[in-house]
């Protein structure tokens, strides 16, 4: 009998001791999602800025140039132009009106570098020469229904029983400034003229006064 002698062929197969020799786990990236992440945040950025440039309207508008005291008389030198982005809801000066503010005075404390509101010039200032501002608390009831307005020309009455020494006076004219609405009470500022001003001080402070709205026809 032939004997057949069996021969162990090498396959060149790599044994790993504990198991098969493990794959190269695949990559999660996904450069296509993140493009796209970065494309919305883009767009984001700016559609943001297209509402905000919406909302505000660049212009040239009036700049205090240098600090101008209440009541002072305002020259070329205090004001001056500034280009910028302002909220229509802002009360601002244009630019072109800038020659007509000069020789008016400040109605308010003028802070350098800031803008300028049209409330804050005026051609007197208030209160002006013989003249008061009281601040006059009015109860409910004690008022008209009737919203007041800056310029309405009102009598104030003491409502109440006067001390045994005061003499009745006639209702105090007055012209409203300023209206404070209030939880209990209406404060109304009003220009009164200078003779009168402690005597309404007087009444306020007893908190019985009414108010009289006169005629509104100019």
Request: aromatic share 2%; hydrophobic share 45%; proline share 7%.
């Amino acid at each position: 009998m032939t004997a057949v002698s069996e021969k162990h062929v090498d396959t060149g197969a790599i044994a790993v001791e504990n198991g098969p020799v493990p794959r190269s786990p695949k990559l999660s990236r996904r450069p296509f999602l993140v493009v796209v992440a970065a494309v919305l945040m883009v767009a984001g950025a700016m559609a943001g800025g297209l509402l905000w440039a919406s909302a505000t309207e660049a212009g040239e508008v009036v700049v205090v140039r240098q600090g101008v005291a209440r009541g002072t008389v305002i020259t070329a030198q205090d004001l001056g132009t500034i280009r910028v982005g302002v909220d229509p809801s802002l009360s601002t000066v244009p630019a072109d009106q800038l020659a007509s503010l000069v020789g008016r005075r400040a109605s308010a404390d003028l802070t350098a570098g800031t803008l300028l509101a049209a409330s804050q010039v005026s051609e007197t200032v208030v209160p002006g020469a013989g003249e008061s501002v009281v601040g006059v608390p009015i109860s409910p009831g004690l008022m008209p229904v009737e919203p007041l307005a800056s310029g309405d020309a009102v009598r104030l009455v003491h409502s109440g029983e006067l001390p045994s020494d005061s003499t009745p006076t006639d209702p105090v004219p007055a012209k409203v400034l300023r209206v404070t609405p209030g939880d209990t009470q209406t404060v109304v500022d009003v220009i009164v003229g200078a003779d009168k001003a402690v005597q309404l001080a007087e009444w306020a402070g007893s908190g019985k006064i009414a108010l009289v709205l006169d005629s509104r026809a100019r």
